[in-house]
DNA sequence: ATATTTGCAAATAATTTGCAGTCGA
DNA sequence: TCGACTGCAAATTATTTGCAAATAT
């Protein structure tokens, strides 16, 4: 359950925070900070903005969701923590998620390095722009 | 030359331009718009940040310079557009390149996709910080 | 002279901060 | 009651834009 969630993270489970980490888990989307108010203020009508900002950033802090940026200046987030790569079309907008080979990536440049996150972006077009 | 860089790219290889772009050649640090427009305007008096943007923005979409975004809201300019990964050292804040393999990267889940931008940003501490 | 480049200052957008009011154990 | 949670409004930061002045060919 989402409270379960929380509480194993040390935050508490309040409702704004249960109706964000909902919101997150149930959009495939990726959804940015103006999205997730956007959209959750129609069913909670007293959620501030400044709330969505304080809830995404305690989750990033506690490893719940993940921050991507895709295109730099924008901002969405993630709540599956799981490696994987983030790929942007840049026509339709839409983004997808896709297997990235981690252990592939590494090169003997970062011999040495201890690499805690890894984020991998593509652009381009999908294959439903193409056809057009 | 940098004068034929720009020519060949289309761009007017004015005195702003061609100090801007020195400067990202010569400098390996991936500098912010700041640090560039700092730096620049002890030697260039009449510099202004506008210009810098401009120059930049220029730049980028002629394919000369890339941006990079390892982490968000900190945004900064590579001169070398051949294909790289970027480490940030979440210790030092520096940041280091690694030779990326594209070729391992590409899974089937993007069977049908046309990739035309690849960024791959890593997080960690680097050899440096870790003896410390 | 004519088009391009540049720079100021204002506008915009995203995010952070200070602080006071509110809520729950 | 007490401390954590919330929300408003103001502050901050990065970037863009409009337009006029400077510059180059």
């Known amino acids: 359950m989402e ?4 509480q194993n993270s040390g935050i508490k ?3 704004h925070r249960l109706k964000i980490l909902d919101f997150l888990r149930s959009r495939k989307n990726h959804p940015t900070v103006d999205e997730i108010y956007s959209e959750l203020v129609k069913e ?14 305690l989750f990033q802090e506690a490893g719940l969701v993940r921050r991507i940026n ?3 200046q924008e ?6 923590t799981a490696s994987h790569g983030h790929f942007k079309c840049v026509q339709c907008k839409k983004i997808y998620d896709f297997i990235v080979d981690d252990a592939a990536i590494v090169t003997s440049d970062l011999k ?5 996150v890894k984020k991998v972006y593509f652009q381009g077009t999908c294959p439903g722009c193409l056809g057009k």
Chains 1, 2 share one sequence.
Do not use: C, M, Q, W
């Open 3 to 6: 409270s379960d969630i929380l």
């Open 13 to 15: 489970p309040s409702f």
């Open 44 to 57: 909670v009508p007293t959620l501030s903005k400044t709330t969505v900002y304080n809830t995404l950033k």
């Open 70 to 72: 895709v295109e730099e």
């Open 75 to 80: 901002t969405r987030f993630d709540a599956d």
């Open 112 to 116: 040495g390095f201890n690499i805690e």
